[in-house]
């Protein structure tokens, strides 16, 4: 199975490639123009079209793609830039918004604390600059702080400064704003939420449980587990796999583990290897997964499981739940899915034992045709195309109403 | 502000990774000892710590200590700050007297056959001119052990030339340690000794010793750390197959053993002389293979406890249909004793997966 999943690797990473180099292409300028000349197209008049900036850009993550994806429809034209620097007035008459993500990555380049204060300072000052340009600034939260922060302090003072200078907070955890407050405030006047697509229709899913469980050599009655995602300490993988024993004496049974995902820090690694390497049930698919067999896994398993130590919002979960598995998930998350409490269990990180219950009342749960269901539900409820159109729908009324 | 270009920041970078290593005590050889080296004449970092060169290195010795299992001891450091892989390779050829290359592996424990009757081989490359490969992990600054790599000496073998390459470009490792092989008396390291080391050869000759004598508990260890270090999917396969066994005997998820077939009284007796699919061969679980032969099975004796007369395979036969050995035959035997038909399986773990399962893990 190693070798099909390397195979399908391949291919997406052209894609990917390709993708990243139409991106760095295109200047600023020629984006703008496009996004209009498409607005255009699909018969946006000049008053209500918009150009819409994101940055940063991931392209291992199909989650832009997703919110953006009745954009055009909605009068927004979107698309990436890969440096702030690049960002200019636009040479067409239409608004401009900059929609921040992941905005840790300022610091890509820096290397001491000293370098940090600069890149706040630089990063304050391009938003000032950009406001005082007439651009409006959005910001969606994805973390209360990034999973591997170098440096804490400015990132906190980072958030702190974008926070302020928000015209708009996209959020997708409704406690965000109370969980946020313990490092920065938020105006509540500032924040909109919609939540976190489902994958319906993102990834293929034409395989059958019984068959992915064939390809991957899982026995048709054993339990699986799956823990998907790139693998940051932040994850859990280890505790998760320390506490593995205890969770099968609990169970009485053979509890067969699948880990897959990107690598992270080799040292870290190298202690996911030693505890896996004792356990011919668990295996560890070290590398990116790649679209193509995203859905081979989460058919197999049972249960997802998040064993996170902290989070605000989780595409995993998003991803378990459209293809109908129950996920375990910090208690912090819970919220961020509703209508389908049998289906999202929730932990306490602070408790040790609390991580196993939650597994144990998931598979009791992934038993019941019911939980399934209800998943399905909901994926179709909140499909790619029906949240952009309401995040969509929600910025335009926010601009309307003069937030 | 002054811009520099990928590959500079990256030899920036390697400059400070190499500082790390200078300031541990690693030195780069004097361009007049290199040039010996080159020759292969002088062992490079016998005595002094030394930063490993681009090119390789290799060192020819003499060697007078006849067959025999030898060792190259090194400990090889990474400017990193954490373990890093393969760090650094080795390669030993051998010579005769002459310098005619050896070509095949003729040493006592070969010409004994120790390693087949442990039923193991030596895994690393060995082409038709007899030579070995092996790696090292190179271990942070300060957190460092010395590693061998054991090699069996052929008769023969009068010259050996051992070869030391860093792997990668990009990488800056020390070594410390003579390149020249050492005998070794005694050639299975203990246990404890075999798990600490890094060497695959000694951890499968361990290895070969649990599966003579049935110690499940051992291989475990053994092939965790097997895995861990060589990651090979042999390994991977020999554990599930050692762990399943514990599993039926253990009773882990009510996997022990099979149902027993339903009694009714007046059902006429089934003989189960022969298995009815290809028998079990060790390279999978053994619970898989016994719940495909019972399904065969229960087609045909679906209503009373079939016979088992004794013959081919009558241990697998005892277990698929669950009926034990006549008491005679079983006490004629000591409990620890290896049955031939199931690796790793002793008679007292047989007679033990015939008896009603427990649901404790």
Known sequence: MNKTLGRTLGVGGVMQESFSEIDEIRTFEEACVD?????????????????????????????????????????????????????????VDAPLFIHYHWIHRVFNQAETARDAVRCVANFHAHVDQLRDDGVQIVWTIHNLLSHRAKFPDEEVELRAGLAARADHIHIMNPATRELCAQYFEIEANKIFCVPHPSYYGVYGDYTSRAQARFDLGIMPEQPVLLLFGSLGRYKGAKEFLMGLEALEAESGERIRVFIAGAPDEADYMEEIYALASARPNVTVLGQHIQDGSVHVLFRACDVVVCPYDIGLNSGVAATAATFGRPVVVPDILVPTMTGVEAGVVGFNTRADESLNRAVLVALEAARNPATQEVLSKWSVRNQPKLVSQRFFATLKSRISGGV | MIFRSQGQRRTAHMRRIEFKLLDAGFSKAPRALMMLVRLSLLDFAARVPRLLPKRSLALISGWKGGAGEAFVELTVTTALPKVERAAASIQISFYGLFGQKIKSAQSVFDKLGVFDKLGVSDKRSVSNDLCVSDSFFGDPVGQTTPQRTYFSMPTEARWVVVRIARRGKGRRIGVLGSLRPQMKDEPILPLAEALASRDERQLRLRLGIARKTCNRRDAKKILARLIYLKQLPGDMQTLRIVEDLDDMVAGVGGRRSLPPILTIADAKPFIYSELYGPVYSAHYPLSKWLKVERQNLDKYSRSAPPIVPSGPYSFLRRLVARVPEEEPEVESRSATMPIEEIPWLTLRDWQSLLIEPSDSI
């Open chain 1, 35 to 91: 996004a209009k000349l498409s607005l255009f197209s699909q018969g946006i008049g000049l008053e209500e079209a918009n150009l819409l900036a994101c940055y940063p850009r991931s392209y291992n993550n199909p989650f832009q793609d997703m919110l953006y994806s009745a954009g055009l429809e909605n009068g927004f034209g979107c698309f990436s830039v890969n440096s702030l620097d690049s960002i200019k007035v636009p040479v």
